[in-house]
Each structure stands twice: as C-alpha cells, then as structure tokens.
C-alpha cells in the first residue's frame, strides 16, 4: 500500500497528469467541432445548437481518429513508467523497499486506472465545458432504440448517456496500456510502450469484428451490444469484456516483467 500511495502522490505532482487529461479534452473538443464542416464561429454555434452537445460528442465518439488520439494521450502519463524506471536502475532500488511482486502488480493496477482516469476526466471536462453554454439536446431530435441510444431520447437521461460511453471507451482504454506496459517490459523503450496499446488495439479488435467467436472489442468499446438485454446487464457485460482483457495483458506483463527484472 505505501508503494501504491507514493505512486499516486508521485502521479498528482506530476505535469503529465494534467497535460494528459487537457490533451484528452481538447482532442474530444476537436472532434466535436470537426463533426461538421463549418465556415465560420457562428455556423458552428448554430449547428451545436441545432444537434446538441450529447449528439455530437456520440458521433465523436464512434470515429476511430479522435478514439486512437485520445488513446495515445491518455497512456502519456504513466504507461512507459516501468521501462523508464528499469533503464534507469531505479527499479532495483524501489525492490530493495519493498518486493518485486508488489513492485510489478502495482505498475500493472495503477497504468491502468490512471489510463482510465485520464480518459474519463478529459472527455467528461470537455462535454461539461461545452453543456454549460450549449444544450445537451438540440432541436434536432433522432429517435433511438438501440440499448443506450434510447437515453439520447430524453434530455433528462443525456449525462447518464454520456459517462456510460465515457465510461465503456475509458476502461478499453485502461485495458490497451496494459498491453503498452507488457511489450514495453520486453523491449524497454517509452515509445514503444506509448505507441503498442495504439498497434494492439487497431489489431485485436479487427480481429474481432472478423471473428464471430469472440466478443466484438470496438463495438463493446463504443457502447453497442448485439443483446437486448438492458442497460445494466449490457454494461455489466461490457465491463467484464474489458477487465479480462486487461487481466490478460496484465499476467503478461507480471511474467515479462519478473523475468526482466530477474536477469
């Protein structure tokens, strides 16, 4: 635990914390803006007020460029730590304090919830910038019927809406830096571990879309279901898709990690 703790007080005194979450929000804001082809300030005022604020940033969110950018900002902070610190020799020394396996699982744990936080924060700040002078809900109003398409139908349930998609997008995020953390231990450079969660993620989740055994990685990361089986059970499945992902990248990296560490 104290491990962990200086970590986290190591991350909120760092400036890539907060670089992350602003280069995630402004990359969300670019992508809102992006959506249409605007020719001036007021065009585009008028268009947001006209698709809403929630409408835009669901088409932001189901377009891969805006989705990988978001990726890689969000793994700057703290998915290359470990082979930065390994490099360095600091690794020895922080074993030395406390144990190697503590040492390994705690780079694992914290890479990807600081990748999620990051993401999450970074595009819930920038959809709550833009709801305080724009309406969540335009005039133009599509009706929905897909499982979470349905809470766009209300602008009493548009927030609910925007962090689930917020959510299922940040934890796959959370899921692919562990897979930075995990090559990045076997060949230990910090832009191999900012750039392998980008390769991996565009990899894998083709590969599902192609694989009808497997569970559809980018249409579960954008909050799309094949089941009806209603929004909390379809997050639920959605989460645990996720999580097991990252448990998987996560024992690949334990054991490149303990072996790296071992020569």
């Known amino acids: 635990m104290k491990l962990t703790a200086a970590y986290i007080l190591r991350l909120l005194k760092s400036p890539a914390l907060y670089i992350g979450v602003a280069g995630c929000a402004l990359i969300a804001l670019w992508g809102i803006i992006s959506e249409g082809n605007f020719t001036s300030a007021e065009a585009f005022v008028q268009y947001i007020r006209f698709a809403g604020t929630a ?23 703290f998915t290359a730590a470990f082979c930065t610190e390994f490099k360095s020799g600091l690794s020895k020394q922080i074993i030395l304090r406390s144990s190697q396996k503590n040492y390994i699982l705690t780079h694992a744990v914290l890479n990807f919830l600081c990748t999620f936080f990051v993401s999450f924060l970074g595009i819930v700040l920038c959809v709550l910038a833009l709801s305080l002078f724009f309406p969540l809900i335009g005039s133009l109003h599509n009706e929905y019927s897909d499982t979470f398409g349905r809470l766009l139908n209300n602008e009493n349930t548009a927030w609910p809406f925007i962090l689930l998609k917020s959510l299922f997008f940040s934890v796959s995020l959370g899921a692919w830096s562990v897979s930075g953390a995990a090559i990045s231990a076997l060949f230990p450079d910090p832009f ?30 954008r909050g799309y279901v094949s089941t009806a089986d209603g929004i909390f059970f379809s997050s639920l499945e959605i989460l645990l898709v996720f999580l097991v992902l990252a448990f998987l990248f996560g024992t690949a990296f334990y054991y490149i990690a303990k072996r790296r560490l071992d020569e």
Do not use: H
């Open 192 to 221: 191999i571990a900012v750039c392998t969660p980008l390769i991996m993620s565009y990899i894998i989740e083709l590969v599902t879309i192609e694989a009808e055994f497997l569970p559809d990685l980018w249409n579960l990361s």
């Open 55 to 77: 409408q835009l940033f669901s088409d932001m969110m189901d377009f891969g460029t805006y989705r990988k950018l978001i990726l890689i900002a969000a793994c700057m902070p």
